[in-house]
């Protein structure tokens, strides 16, 4: 069975920390990997798009990488801002599948 | 405004009554995704459409949750008979097979309250 697991379930930072952020997959056969940031009641926003052969992509103070060997992805935030407050998705597809599997998420509060 | 909307963005309703959502997804994206959310979990998958067609529903999803794509543009989800374990946040969202990675676009979603 598909799954896509995060951690840490939330994560409290102070403004100005750096944190990373863990996802799991056990997807196959791997196509391809999103991090997506959902602020509260919105929707989910892209936020980098990694496939088998991408280590690692940045989006300004978003870095993620991906190890396909060992089915991990990270989410790094570097010099975090209030308003990186939201949770954060992990998101992997299947090559052929229509559907992708999410994770439940990070909820990331970042403190002044 | 080019990006997915979602009409209505709340809903209340009681318990056994009928509602029905709209989205109207990115314009050059065939293909619409339906998902529900609760709090502190990740979007649950319902059904997608590729164009007009329905290519893939939920086995989770009761037969009380119907979704349409008539003319492959906007979409309709319907939930009859409402029952108080369906107040979640249905969220769309687009996207084109002929694009990059398939990145998903989504609307801001309906709250829906069952009471």
């Known amino acids: 069975k598909n799954q896509v697991e995060q951690s840490p379930q939330s994560l409290i930072i102070l403004e100005g920390k750096n944190c990373t952020l863990q996802?799991?997959?056990?997807?196959?056969?791997?196509?391809?990997l999103r991090w997506y940031k959902q602020d509260t009641g919105r929707g989910p926003v892209s936020l980098t798009i990694?496939?088998?052969?991408?280590n690692t992509k940045s989006n300004g103070r978003y870095t993620a990488t991906l190890d396909a060997d060992t089915k991990q992805s990270s989410l790094h935030i570097t010099a975090s801002q209030l308003s990186d407050s939201a949770s954060y998705i992990c998101?992997?597809?299947?090559?052929?599948?229509?559907?992708?599997?999410f994770g439940d998420g990070t909820t990331l509060t970042v403190k002044p | 405004d080019t990006g997915v909307s979602q009409d209505p963005r709340h809903k209340i309703t009681k318990r056994g009554q009928n509602v029905t959502f709209r989205c109207d997804p990115i314009?050059?994206?065939?293909?619409l995704y339906w998902y529900r959310q609760t709090l502190g979990q990740g979007p649950e998958f319902l059904t997608y459409?590729?164009?007009?067609?329905?290519?893939?529903k939920s086995r989770l999803l009761s037969d009380r949750f119907s979704a349409e794509r008539p003319k492959g543009s906007f979409s309709t989800l319907e939930i009859q008979r409402t029952e108080q374990g369906d107040s979640a946040m249905y969220l769309c969202?687009?996207?084109?097979?002929?694009?990059?990675?398939?990145?998903?676009?989504f609307g801001s979603g309906t709250q829906l309250s069952v009471l």
């Open positions: 969202a687009s996207t084109s097979t002929r694009g990059e990675g398939e990145k998903l676009f």
């Open positions: 996802c799991n997959y056990t997807v196959s056969p791997f196509s391809n």
């Open positions: 990694m496939t088998f052969s991408e």
């Open positions: 998101v992997v597809s299947a090559t052929g599948a229509g559907k992708s599997t």
């Open positions: 314009s050059e994206h065939n293909r």
């Open positions: 459409f590729q164009n007009e067609a329905q290519l893939e």
